[in-house]
Structures are given as C-alpha cells and as structure tokens.
C-alpha cells in the first residue's frame, strides 16, 4: 500500500456492479469497509452473511460497504459469474470488479476475504484477513459510526453456515499441479497429458485420487471422457468442491459416501441419491454431515467429459 493510512485508489476497477463507479474522495464523510472477496472462496462465504447484515443495518448511519472480486481461478474473471454470485448471496452492496487486481495491489491485500476499516477521513483505521472476529469489527464499525447498539443478528445457511471447527480435520485440498498436494492415484501425476488413472488400493485422510481419462492442468484437473471420478477421503462435516462445466452444456454428477448415496448428509448441490448438475462455475457443496463427523470417502462420478475442479474445501 503505497501510503498506509489512506484508503488507495478504487480506479483500477475493471467494472462495476450494483453502482456507478466509486471514487475515494466522494466517499470521504463516510465510514466505508472494503471487503475482498472472490466467488468460489469458502471463507469469504462463510463471512458474507455478516457483511450483508453489516451493510443492511448501517447504511442508514453512513456506513458504505465495497466489496472488491478479485479472481482466484480463470473463470472468475467472466462478470457474468460473478453477477449470478451476487444474485445467489442477495448483495446490493457496490462491487468493484477488479480483473486486472489494480485494487488488491493498490491495497497491498494478500487474502481472500478480507476486510478493511476506513474512517470519515479516509484513514484505515482497522482490518482483518479470513474469517471469524465478527462481534469485534461490528464494534469497529460502531465505534468508527459512533454509535452504540448491540450486535446485529446473522442468520446463515446453507454453505454460508459457520463451519464446525471442532471437528475439522482435513484441509483445503487444490487440485492442478501448481498448487496440488496428496495426490494418490497409482504413477502419479502427468502435468498437461491426457491419462487414465486408477485408485489406490488404499486411500489415506486428507489425500485424494482420479479414476478415468483425465487431464491435470496447472489449476484444475478437467476431465477427458465421460465416467471419470474424483476420490477424497476426508473428515469433517461439509465436503464442497470448486467446479465448472467449462463452455459445455450442464454435466450431471453423482456422489457416493462411502460407496452409498449420501441421504440425509448430503449437501445442498446433491439430493438424498447423490445426484446433481454441474451447471456453472462456482463452489458445490457436496455432503453435509448429518450425523457424527468422522472419516468418510467422497466419490463424485461425471457423466460427461469437460468437467473441470479445482479445488476441496471443507467445514
């Protein structure tokens, strides 16, 4: 950030949604919070029914709430995608669309989400990267607002649902070769070459597996012949996957826990029999545990080549 204290400029933005384009100076004599955020993170999901009730029950104070979309994967950057986020998560709040990442950089911002605390001034006065410290920047906004209130009630969800930590075992997994790790099929990984690839006998918590044709890019494994699957033993209460049908018609998927349809754990992308559609770019939430939270396997089988992942997330 070039200078510390002041919010930096807002005119890198590529496009902007729910607003006319907003400069720094027009919104001196309001407290603003700079939310960055990009479309299939589950954090910034997990986060976002706080900052949509934040901006709800403020806004009337002069609180402007900003969020910032700066992509992670290549198809984050098609607007259309992150317009139907936007429709999904019901944000009227302005967002920037920063393509080209001239905000993230200007801000000198590292994650996704986070947050960014600007005074009438436009000083920063406070941020926070990730998730949780909800009821300390609800005070931060007060406090900047100078009010004082009792906190705002946040009802989430769905995948926005707070994941439950105390039973979280198994990490954020990626699956292209620049960033993938535990990879466990048999020969291991062929960067950029269309392979058949079968399971171990034996699939480790925390590791993953390809069964079928499949082709293993530098940020997603996109899949070459109908019937391939992904394989991940897991532990936690949710299971969602980053996907997209790339510039295919909808794929139908089916998932598998531990062999079986998942019923009643299954998630909000999946019915009781583990069906679904791959219809867009964005995360699906695959399981979510009904009852206790132990070590499960993941199955979910395309019947249709193109599908692409990127990338396990749990909760």
Not at 97 to 120: G, S
Not at 143 to 164: K, M, T
């Amino acid at each position: 950030m070039s200078d510390p204290l002041h919010m930096p400029s807002l005119g890198g933005a590529t496009e902007w949604l729910n607003s006319k384009p907003l400069a720094t100076a027009e919104l001196r004599g309001h407290v603003v919070m700079v939310n960055f955020w990009t479309l299939t993170c589950i954090n910034w999901l997990r986060q976002e029914p706080f900052v949509r009730a934040w901006s709800e029950a403020y806004q009337n104070d002069g609180l402007v709430v900003i969020g910032v979309h700066t992509p992670e994967f290549s198809f984050e950057h098609e607007v259309h995608r992150i317009r139907r986020a936007i429709d999904a998560r019901g944000i009227n709040y302005p967002v920037a669309v920063d393509n080209d990442y001239a905000i993230w950089t200007a801000f000198d911002n590292q994650y996704w989400p986070a947050l960014y605390f600007i005074d009438r001034e436009g000083i920063i006065r406070d941020q926070h990267f990730g998730e949780g410290r909800y009821e300390q920047s609800e005070r931060v906004i007060q406090r900047l607002l100078g009010i004082e209130g009792g906190l705002v009630p946040v009802e989430a969800v769905g995948v926005e649902a707070q994941a439950d930590w105390d039973y979280l075992r198994t990490p954020e997994t990626y699956l292209g070769y620049a960033r993938g790790e535990r990879f466990a099929s048999p020969d291991g990984v062929a960067l950029g070459q269309q392979r058949a690839f079968e399971l171990p006998k034996l699939l480790r918590v925390n590791h993953w597996a390809l069964a079928g044709g499949w082709t293993i890019g530098r940020e997603n494994v996109v899949l070459d012949h109908a019937g391939g699957s992904i394989v991940c033993r897991f532990q936690s209460r949710d299971a969602n996957l980053v996907l997209s049908p790339g510039a295919r018609e909808p794929i139908p998927f089916r998932v598998l826990l531990d062999g079986e349809a998942p019923g009643r754990s299954h998630g909000v992308d999946v019915d009781d029999d583990g069906n679904g559609e791959l219809s867009d770019g964005r995360l699906y939430q695959l399981v979510r545990e009904h009852g206790e939270v132990r070590e499960r396997t993941l199955e979910i089988t395309f019947r249709e080549p193109g599908a692409e992942a990127y990338a396990f997330t749990f909760g």
